[in-house]
């Protein structure tokens, strides 16, 4: 049987125009000899649409645009991933109704439908809700009632949705048991760096455990900072991945499931894949909110110089403009290696003094500022300025930040840490510099070599006022990705006073972490609302 | 049998501090001649540790404190709550366990200690698990497995934890036919206004409908904006409240099982137990992050006047500084009213002019700032000034967002948003106005009665720029907090024009709201944690 992929972008809330691609494809699908095209969880509404499934209108929007599907679906099946409002089997347990809500007794299903010639032949509804890092489906969702298998012309199908396929001795083993003769799984799967190696994995486990072959539809798309990254794929009944569809890009994908195609390699290394996820996050931060083009503040260091070449990237060197912002305590060379990076990359540059912006600030102050709050005058000036530049064009400001200084507060608040979205916030320093490399022929070599400095008073680089970044790196890593206490991380080899210092500094930043933009995940544990610590906060990892 | 209700302010993370707290009171107890004492939920650990509950050494070290915490239950019996972690029931359901935790099938238990005479007597676990709004406990907890009675001395006790007295047919009910002589609930729940009377009113329905006395304990405190309100309460088999502790006070409070006391009112009309509320978040951030004065941007107006009067009942005049910063758009009158509002308050007052700084911003940028840009260039100049201050005397900035403003997005990013937290960021603007006539004393008449202004451009108002409070309020208020789609606003009277502009500007501010300080909760649906929208979202209510 011949089977498209509709790998769709969807913006969440724009159900009317995710349902116009969708049919769409349907009509590519059909055109194109499938017999079924099947589309990702959540397709309709998109990923994730949060609080809005709480909107009395949204879920019947939804239900509304599965109709419409439904109507496209002459001659071919259609199995589409959207949310339902069933009524409650269960009245008395409020555990997943709002307090707010209406109440009225109906729950939550995110679920697919299997659509054929203007029927809906079965709706299934998704097991296994995670609710941990960045998902909150119990919030949402209530859980289905049991696995099954249905019927699609002569094919026996187990349809399970996105985690469903991660539960050992869980729905897809069920569902084999039953008799399926293959495994459809609709995801919207979160990428982190080495996730698409992981899900093969998990997949060919399933598939080769079950003695069944397994496709595993993924959506693409960038949604405030979560990346999915596509790449939908098919094993054979001994897990071979026999298809592959492009990851990053959506489209209609075929495949067929008799898989006479030889055994398909996973393309890209793990952090060019990393790259590529930040350009499609940059890329559709700006084009689902009606933005066009960015600015980034180029201080001629290694981290605004790689936030520029992604931008660059992701919308076209026209659509990025940098500014050079010095004070006194600039080197000339900055300035030369931005005007260099900025000329290389082919954006329109600005060079704007703030020194007596600066020198006013100073003598506004009734004491006159010091140490770290004078320092702290120049990136706040800065951030004043690049974001008066940003309302002049109309442009969003990119935040430069990266996860290790991020991890200890290392930046101004209101000053670097402006910006619209944070597209390297979930990269290590050393990932940075990796990165940067990979533009290395746009990136002048001085700016990948030299000392890293936030150029706030004289001769100051980061190592004066932090671990140095090898040191450092892994300890946050350690501590923020995989949990590890004080006491681990000295078994693990780590100096006692340097991990104290980077655990104590990791807690008290997090008042500056709330209130960061949003950042680009790529690693398996990023700040932001897949880390949820409280602020106020007093225990200490002894 | 006396009772002694441990209504303690826990920090969260600060095991060793809040233990020390529950000892001590144990002891006043056993010296008070109590039987028995009970602390509320998670007294242990504070509400909510978040994912501090994922650190491997956390969850052990509540347990080694609720062993601490037993051997002081010599002649006295205690219930505390705390969490612990035991050997998981069912090791395949992955939805309650951290994607990066060490997965070793153990599962979280919000629970409650029956301790006595150095012996666990009984442990009883949270059943129903609060996932909406600022909960979302079914991210870290299993439930328990049942309801059940305890015997302590000649009492048969159905104890149970929070959410669980709030589901109809739940474990109350099952607890009373099972033949508890007593409900024992230990709570841990959120203030927003009116809430004090719902609770007592579903206590009262839970006793009179069971024919069953309940004691309800509660938390006290402020954690990063939701604060627990104590008021702790006892009613009798009849739903008449027979004992109250105090709200917003913590201590030791006792009472007796004979319920001798006359029926006992609810204090304080809804709008003073908002402000009690406000006073004790500032209070309690303060405190519990090490901080112990804060500073205001006093511009004239009533927000930052109200923000003010309330900081010094949260930290006392001394530890309060204003600031008033003009620009050229300021007008005289608001230079008067902030001087008169902070020497009416009792604080230190400072008086720094933007405009040098302002017209060195506008002198600096390549095209000059109009309209909107250049209006948001004085408050990210006094952004930074206060920052300054703040940062120079290591006091915290008030941010004086209130929630009309918040809704619609009328303030600037790191302008007048900047702060530790955002005291007023849940009240209403007609809230602002009447908590403000509760300091009528100290607020000058004129800040009370003059029209509000933002001052940015020559003789703006707010209404310029807004439709007007008394109709913006109650749309902000049933878009947000009853979730009402365009047409259910239209037919409810509104004007539709009007409906339409203020949801557009609620979803197209999502962005900013993203990056406001923390605020204090007060009402059913604040903004932050308590309501996760996406800021990518195309969904319009039509």
């Known amino acids: 049987m011949r089977i498209g992929i509709g790998q769709i972008n969807p913006t969440v809330g724009d159900i009317p125009g995710n349902t116009a691609v969708i049919v769409r494809l349907i009509d590519e699908a059909r055109a194109a000899g499938c017999e079924l095209v099947v589309f990702p969880e959540l397709a309709v509404p998109g990923y994730s649409p949060l609080d809005l499934l709480w909107q009395p209108d949204f879920v019947p929007a939804c239900e509304s645009a599965v109709n419409t599907i439904c109507k496209a679906s002459h001659g071919i099946g259609v199995l ?17 109704v709002s307090s707010v809500s209406d109440g009225g007794g109906t729950a939550l299903y995110d679920c697919a439908y299997l659509l054929e010639n ?53 729905p897809t083993d069920v569902q084999a048991s039953l008799g399926a003769e293959w495994i459809v799984n609709l995801s919207a799967s979160p990428f982190y760096r080495g996730k698409p190696e992981i899900r093969r994995q998990l997949v060919a486990r399933r598939a080769s455990e079950n003695g069944i072959p397994v496709l595993y539809a993924n959506l693409v798309g960038g949604q405030d900072g979560i990346i999915f990254d596509g790449g939908s794929f098919a094993v054979d009944r001994e897990g071979q991945v026999r298809f592959r569809a492009p990851a990053f890009e959506d489209g209609l994908f075929l495949f067929d499931t008799t898989l006479v195609a030889a055994d398909v390699a996973c393309s890209g290394d793990d952090l060019s894949q990393v790259r590529q996820a930040i350009v499609l996050g940059i890329r559709d931060y700006l084009r689902k909110n009606g933005f066009t083009s960015v600015i980034v503040a180029l201080s001629g260091g290694i981290d605004s110089a790689l936030v520029t070449a992604l931008a660059v990237d992701a919308v076209g060197a026209n659509a990025v403009t940098t500014v050079y912002m010095p004070s006194i305590h600039s080197s000339p060379e900055s300035g030369e290696d931005a005007s260099a990076c900025a000329a290389a990359l082919g954006v329109e540059h600005m060079d704007i003094s703030i020194d007596a912006v600066y020198a006013a600030l100073q003598a506004a102050m009734p004491t006159a500022p010091e140490g770290i709050v004078d320092e702290n005058l120049q990136p706040r000036v800065r951030g004043t300025v690049l974001m008066a530049l940003a309302n002049q064009r109309n442009a969003l400001a990119l935040c430069p930040a990266n996860k290790s200084e991020a991890a200890v507060g290392y930046n101004t608040l209101y000053g670097d840490t402006v910006g619209a979205i944070a597209p390297i916030v979930d990269l290590y320093k050393a990932d940075v510099y990796a990165m940067a490399r990979m533009y290395s022929d746009r990136i002048p070599e001085r700016i990948l070599t030299k000392p890293p400095s936030a150029e706030l008073r004289p001769d100051q680089t980061d190592q004066d006022d932090l671990p140095s970044y090898d040191v450092l790196d892994p300890i946050v890593r350690e501590a923020v990705e995989n949990h590890r206490t004080y006491q681990q991380l000295v078994k693990m080899g780590y100096d006692k006073a340097t991990v104290r210092d980077v655990l104590d500094r990791i807690r008290r ?26 602020i106020t906060n007093r225990f200490r990892s002894e």
Request: aromatic share 8%.
């Open 80 to 96: 589409v991933g959207s949310v339902t409002a069933q009524p409650s089997r269960d009245p008395t347990n409020h555990d997943n």
């Open 118 to 170: 203007q029927s809906v032949i079965a709706r299934v509804d998704k097991l296994h809700l995670p609710t941990y890092d960045v998902d909150s489906e119990r919030r949402y969702y209530t859980p289905g009632a049991g696995a099954e298998v249905h019927r699609f012309r002569d094919l026996r199908m187990g349809i399970n949705i996105c985690e469903d396929i991660w539960i050992d001795d869980g």
């Open 509 to 534: 930043s997090e008042y500056k972490r709330a209130q960061l933009p949003p950042g680009i995940k790529v690693t398996p544990k990023a700040f932001g609302i897949g880390r949820r610590m409280p």
